[in-house]
């Protein structure tokens, strides 16, 4: 595989987007409705390369605060990674790593670095998301093997955040291929992944088995929101979803 310089694919990559109004990323949400200015746009985050077909429209702002759907589109509990299904190979010569919960990421190609903390599922089945005071950092399902582990780790984050500002995941569709994400563990060692593959997906087809289905080895998942922002449902229509799979443990 060709790279060129880190420096460079950031300095190509990096927006200085000034973002007003945009879909909470992954959370329903919950109190009072917030008034936006009537001079706000909403803007789509970037888009992976593969959704670059589909258009990303600005809607105009709203009375009332956007709200979207959890990550999950139904309220069935994610597969646990038992069930079949087909996945990268390993990259040759590394081994699993022992099971050990998530404290950080880093994802250098978009800039982004994050506390992580676990949530499991709500009453409806539907995957738990940042709230509070870790609104704006990254989750990890803690139902899903823990980074390093064999099997798919699933991370999650908003896109935007309170005062709809960008949220720690709003450029995670810049993502490319080849990008490395280093998540730290608690026991102290650091597990590096190599992203394979980026993609946008729609929301009522969101593919559980390749997300929670059973790989052959260390794998992670970084999920967000994306795509078109409907105005008239207040969410945006798609998931973008980060594919990696273990290099260096």
Same mark, same amino acid.
């Given at each position: 595989?060709?790279?060129?310089?880190? !420096?460079?694919?950031?300095?190509?990559?990096?927006?200085?987007?000034?973002?007003?109004?945009?879909?909470?990323?992954?959370?329903?949400?919950?109190? !009072?409705?917030?008034?936006?200015?009537?001079?706000?746009?909403?803007?789509?985050?970037?888009?992976?390369?593969? =959704?670059?077909?589909?258009?990303?429209?600005?809607?105009?702002?709203?009375?009332? =605060?956007?709200?979207?759907? =959890?990550?999950?589109?139904?309220?069935?509990?994610?597969?646990?990674?038992?069930?079949?299904?087909?996945?990268?190979?390993?990259?040759?010569?590394?081994? *699993?790593?022992?099971?050990?919960?998530?404290?950080?990421?880093?994802? *250098?190609?978009?800039?982004?670095?994050?506390?992580?903390?676990?949530?499991?599922?709500?009453?409806?089945?539907?995957?738990?998301?940042?709230? !509070?005071?870790?609104?704006?950092?990254?989750?990890?399902?803690?139902?899903?093997?823990?980074?390093?582990?064999?099997?798919?780790?699933?991370?999650?984050?908003?896109?935007?955040?309170?005062?709809?500002?960008?949220?720690?995941?709003?450029?995670?569709?810049?993502?490319?291929?080849?990008?490395?994400?280093?998540?730290?563990?608690?026991?102290?060692?650091?597990?590096?992944?190599?992203?394979?593959?980026?993609?946008?997906?729609?929301?009522?087809?969101?593919?559980?088995?390749?997300?929670? !289905?059973?790989?052959?080895?260390?794998?992670?998942?970084?999920?967000?929101?994306?795509?078109?922002?409907?105005?008239?449902?207040?969410?945006?229509?798609?998931?973008?979803?980060?594919?990696?799979?273990?290099?260096?443990?």
């Amino acid at each position: 595989m060709t790279h060129t310089n880190p !420096g460079q694919n950031v300095a190509r990559r990096r927006r200085h987007t000034v973002v007003v109004a945009v879909c909470a990323a992954l959370i329903v949400v919950g109190g !009072g409705a917030v008034t936006w200015a009537a001079t706000q746009q909403v803007e789509a985050p970037p888009a992976p390369p593969a =959704a670059s077909s589909t258009t990303q429209e600005e809607s105009s702002a709203s009375s009332t =605060a956007p709200q979207d759907a =959890a990550t999950q589109p139904s309220a069935s509990a994610p597969s646990t990674p038992k069930a079949a299904a087909e996945s990268s190979s390993p990259a040759p010569g590394v081994q *699993p790593l022992s099971a050990s919960p998530p404290v950080a990421v880093r994802i *250098p190609g978009i800039d982004v670095e994050s506390p992580i903390h676990g949530l499991g599922l709500d009453a409806e089945g539907k995957l738990q998301v940042p709230t !509070g005071e870790r609104y704006n950092e990254v989750a990890w399902y803690d139902g899903s093997p823990t980074p390093g582990e064999v099997g798919p780790a699933v991370l999650e984050g908003h896109v935007t955040g309170t005062g709809y500002a960008p949220s720690v995941f709003f450029e995670l569709g810049d993502t490319r291929k080849g990008d490395l994400i280093e998540v730290d563990r608690a026991d102290g060692t650091t597990a590096t992944f190599e992203v394979t593959e980026v993609k946008s997906t729609p929301k009522d087809d969101f593919p559980r088995i390749d997300v929670y !289905g059973a790989t052959d080895g260390p794998e992670l998942r970084v999920i967000t929101c994306g795509g078109t922002f409907d105005k008239n449902a207040g969410r945006h229509l798609d998931n973008v979803i980060v594919f990696a799979k273990l290099i260096k443990g």
